[in-house]
Nanobody
Framework: QVQVVESGGGSVQPGGSLRLSCVAS????????MAWYRQGPGKQRELVASVSRENTINYGDFVKGRFTISRDNAKNTVYLQMNNLRPEDTAVYYC??????????????WGQGTWVSVSL
C-alpha cells in the first residue's frame, strides 16, 4: 500500500500564490506519473497538472501559464506552484500517484486533499 499526503493549502486573496506539496510513502517500488486534480464546489474533479517519471508535463487548459508542476524523485514528492490565483481556483486539490510494483502492476493512489480558497 502507498500513502499519499498533501500539504500547503490555505486561503489567499486573488493574485496570490500557494505551493502545494505531496509526499508518497509506504510500499513504493517505482513511482510513475504524479498528478494534481481539483474539485470545486458543485463541480467534477478535473486534472490540474501531471508529470511523468521522465518529466513529461501536461496542464489543464485553465492553468494558462499560472501553475508549475515539478517532482523530486529522491523524495517521492510532487509540487504544484500556483501563482496569480483566481476565485475560480477555489477547490479541494488532490494528489494522485501511480506506483508500479515488482510484478509490473500499476496502481493509482489518492491523497485526502488540501483545501485552497481564493477570495477577498
Amino acid at each position: 500500500q502507498v500513502q499519499v499526503v498533501e500539504s500547503g493549502g490555505g486561503s489567499v486573496q486573488p493574485g496570490g500564490s500557494l505551493r502545494l506539496s505531496c509526499v508518497a510513502s509506504g510500499n513504493i517500488f517505482r513511482l510513475d506519473t504524479m498528478a494534481w486534480y481539483r474539485q470545486g464546489p458543485g463541480k467534477q474533479r478535473e486534472l490540474v497538472a501531471s508529470v511523468s517519471r521522465e518529466n513529461t508535463i501536461n496542464y489543464g487548459d485553465f492553468v494558462k501559464g499560472r501553475f508549475t508542476i515539478s517532482r523530486d524523485n529522491a523524495k517521492n514528492t510532487v509540487y504544484l506552484q500556483m501563482n496569480n490565483l483566481r476565485p475560480e481556483d477555489t477547490a479541494v486539490y488532490y494528489c494522485q500517484v501511480q506506483n508500479t510494483d515488482w510484478e509490473l502492476i500499476r496502481s493509482a493512489y489518492w491523497g485526502q486533499g488540501t483545501w485552497v480558497s481564493v477570495s477577498l
